[in-house]
């Protein structure tokens, strides 16, 4: 079979990698994409250990690679901190992670080099961001904040709490007034984009800009880039419950989705 008419998995703990394939069917349209959303064992940023997270996505990745897919993009950042590495031991194809996007699109938009990071609790804890940008920059400042109620409330619901606001502004107030940009550190938190907004008038970043580009040269490198001009609607998976994902996802892509519930 031609490469070339392989499909492009892409995955994360849940509906947050949805912000990216939104993106991905926006920069790369003719590529056929199969997205899988891990709801059933949500969240990965809290209370999961480092090989907890490995071996799940070890899992989507057999699966992925089952479905005949050529390349693989990690739409979560924790995952990209836990497994990005040891996916990358262990399979051979292509895989891309969104931490080193997130980073090059904050030094590239930082004028004051200090910029604030949402993410989950393990991303934060791991210092992935601060490692990164520093890595690149030395002399950039990164406040990386822990937004732990976030992933759960996106994925039953964000509008449905209640209190929403009051734990929006609790993580708003954490970031520093000298932050020139915050970046949203977790794909799940493009979703509630429009809200944070209303709260924080700065810059505000989404790594997913980044890693459709990197994407793109990927394929055009290994000469595997769809040149076919035909649109396919993305297939999505999940191990969790239809009744939330789908409705969320087809209010974030604005259309219709073919979803299917697999075990978890």
Same mark, same amino acid.
């Given at each position: 079979?031609?490469?070339?008419?392989?499909?492009?998995?892409?995955?994360?703990?849940?509906?947050?990698?949805?912000?990216?394939?939104?993106?991905l069917?926006?920069?790369?349209?003719?590529?056929?994409y199969?997205?899988?959303?891990?709801?059933?064992?949500?969240?990965?940023?809290?209370?999961?250990?480092?090989?907890?997270?490995?071996?799940?996505?070890?899992?989507?990745?057999?699966?992925?690679?089952?479905?005949?897919?050529?390349?693989?993009?990690?739409?979560?950042?924790?995952?990209?901190?836990?497994? $990005?590495?040891? /996916?990358? *031991? &262990?399979?051979? %194809?292509?895989?891309?992670?969104? +931490?080193?996007?997130?980073?090059?699109?904050?030094?590239?938009?930082?004028?004051?080099k200090?910029?604030?990071?949402?993410?989950?609790?393990?991303?934060?804890?791991?210092?992935?961001?601060?490692?990164?940008?520093?890595?690149?920059?030395?002399?950039?400042?990164?406040t990386?904040?822990?937004?732990?109620?976030?992933?759960?409330?996106?994925?039953?619901?964000?509008?449905?709490?209640?209190?929403?606001?009051?734990?929006?502004?609790?993580?708003?107030n954490?970031?520093?007034?000298?932050?020139?940009?915050?970046?949203?550190?977790?794909?799940?938190?493009?979703?509630?984009?429009?809200?944070?907004?209303?709260?924080?008038?700065?810059?505000?970043?989404?790594?997913?800009?980044?890693?459709?580009?990197? $994407?793109k040269? /990927?394929? *055009? &490198?290994?000469? %595997?880039l769809n040149?076919?001009? +035909?649109?396919?609607?993305?297939?999505?998976?999940?191990?969790?419950?239809?009744d939330?994902?789908?409705?969320?996802?087809?209010?974030?892509?604005?259309?219709?989705?073919e979803?299917?519930?697999?075990?978890?």
């Amino acid at each position: 079979m031609d490469r070339k008419n392989c499909k492009i998995g892409v995955f994360d703990s849940g509906l947050g990698g949805v912000t990216v394939l939104k993106r991905l069917l926006k920069d790369l349209p003719y590529e056929e994409y199969i997205y899988y959303g891990d709801s059933g064992n949500a969240p990965y940023g809290s209370g999961k250990t480092k090989e907890e997270i490995q071996n799940l996505c070890a899992k989507i990745m057999d699966f992925l690679i089952e479905n005949n897919c050529k390349v693989v993009v990690i739409a979560c950042n924790t995952a990209t901190v836990a497994a $990005l590495e040891y /996916l990358k *031991e &262990n399979y051979s %194809i292509p895989i891309i992670g969104i +931490i080193d996007s997130g980073a090059k699109i904050a030094i590239q938009n930082s004028s004051l080099k200090k910029v604030a990071v949402f993410s989950t609790e393990f991303t934060a804890n791991s210092n992935a961001y601060k490692n990164t940008i520093q890595r690149y920059d030395k002399d950039f400042e990164v406040t990386q904040i822990a937004c732990i109620e976030f992933c759960p409330m996106i994925e039953k619901g964000w509008e449905t709490f209640d209190n929403n606001q009051e734990i929006l502004e609790k993580y708003i107030n954490k970031i520093p007034d000298n932050v020139d940009a915050l970046v949203l550190g977790c794909t799940h938190y493009p979703i509630i984009e429009n809200y944070i907004k209303k709260k924080f008038n700065k810059i505000i970043l989404d790594p997913a800009v980044g890693i459709s580009f990197e $994407l793109k040269r /990927l394929l *055009e &490198n290994l000469n %595997i880039l769809n040149d076919n001009k +035909i649109k396919k609607k993305p297939v999505f998976f999940t191990t969790g419950e239809l009744d939330k994902f789908k409705p969320t996802a087809e209010k974030f892509l604005g259309e219709e989705i073919e979803i299917y519930k697999i075990p978890k």
